[in-house]
C-alpha cells in the first residue's frame, strides 16, 4: 500500500473550515484514499473515503486532485469534539487481510 | 446503533494467565480483525476474518488466538499473558474484505500485564 505524508498538527478556530492535508504521491490507480479520526482513548472512526471523484457526507468532504497524488480532508464547521489525530490511508483490494496502516497522523485543535 | 462492542473495557492480568476478549457486531459484517495499538505507534493487524469459520493470522499473531463460530462474534483469546502484550486492542468490521468497505472499530479494551 501506499505511503501517506501529513503535517503533524493543526490548530483551527471553532467554527471555521479545518483543511487537513495528505500527500500520497505513490499511490496506485486501484487505491482508496480513507480518513480516520481518533478522540483520545476511543476507537478509530471512520469519516470518509474515495478513488477519483470529490466526495462529501454528513462529516466532511474530500477533495482529490487530479492526479490523486495529495488530497484534503475538509470539516466545514469545526468544533470543540473535532479535536482527534486524523489519520490519511490508502488501501488497495486485498484478495486476504484489509490492512490499514495508521500513520502518525495530524493532531488537529480546535480553538475556541 | 450498537455496531461494534468491546467487553471488557479494562482489564489487569498477571502473567502466564489467560483470558477471552469479546468482540461482536450486529451489522452482518462478513469481515472482522483484530489491532493492537501500543504507546505512539499505529495499528498493528493481530489476525483477521473474512467471513465465518474463517480466520487468518495479521502482522503480530504470536501468543494470540481467534475464532469465528458466527457472523457476529470474533473473540480474541490470550492463551499465556505476558508484558509485551500490555496494549489498547481493537475490533473491527466491515461489510466484505475488499478496500471500497469502510471498517467500523469498537472502543478498545486496555489490557494491563503485570
Known amino acids: 500500500d501506499a505511503k501517506t505524508t501529513q503535517p503533524p498538527s493543526m490548530d483551527c478556530a471553532e467554527g471555521r473550515a479545518a483543511n487537513l492535508p495528505c500527500n500520497h504521491s505513490t499511490i496506485s490507480g486501484n487505491e482508496y484514499v480513507y480518513w480516520y479520526r481518533q478522540i483520545h482513548s476511543q476507537g478509530p472512526q471512520y469519516i470518509i473515503h474515495g478513488l477519483k471523484n470529490n466526495e462529501t457526507n454528513e462529516m466532511a468532504s474530500l477533495i482529490i486532485t487530479e492526479d490523486r497524488k495529495s488530497s484534503t480532508l475538509i470539516l466545514p464547521h469545526a468544533t470543540l469534539r473535532d479535536t482527534a489525530v486524523y489519520y490519511c490511508?490508502?488501501?488497495?483490494?486485498?484478495?486476504?487481510?484489509?490492512?490499514?496502516?495508521f500513520g502518525t497522523g495530524t493532531r488537529l485543535t480546535v480553538i475556541p | 446503533n450498537a455496531g461494534v462492542t468491546q467487553t471488557p473495557k479494562f482489564q489487569v492480568l498477571k502473567t502466564g494467565q489467560s483470558m477471552t476478549l469479546q468482540c461482536a457486531q450486529d451489522?452482518?459484517?462478513?469481515?472482522m480483525s483484530w489491532y493492537r495499538q501500543d504507546p505512539g505507534m499505529g495499528l498493528r493487524l493481530i489476525h483477521y476474518s473474512v467471513g465465518a469459520g474463517i480466520t487468518d493470522q495479521g502482522e503480530v499473531p504470536n501468543g494470540y488466538n481467534v475464532s469465528r463460530s458466527t457472523t457476529e462474534d470474533f473473540p480474541l483469546r490470550l492463551l499465556s499473558a505476558a508484558p509485551s502484550q500490555t496494549s489498547v486492542y481493537f475490533c473491527a468490521s466491515s461489510r466484505t474484505v475488499h478496500s471500497n468497505q469502510p471498517q467500523h472499530f469498537g472502543d478498545g479494551t486496555r489490557l494491563s500485564i503485570l
Open positions: 451489522m452482518n459484517h462478513e469481515y
Open positions: 490511508i490508502v488501501t488497495a483490494p486485498q484478495t486476504g487481510a484489509n490492512n490499514l496502516f
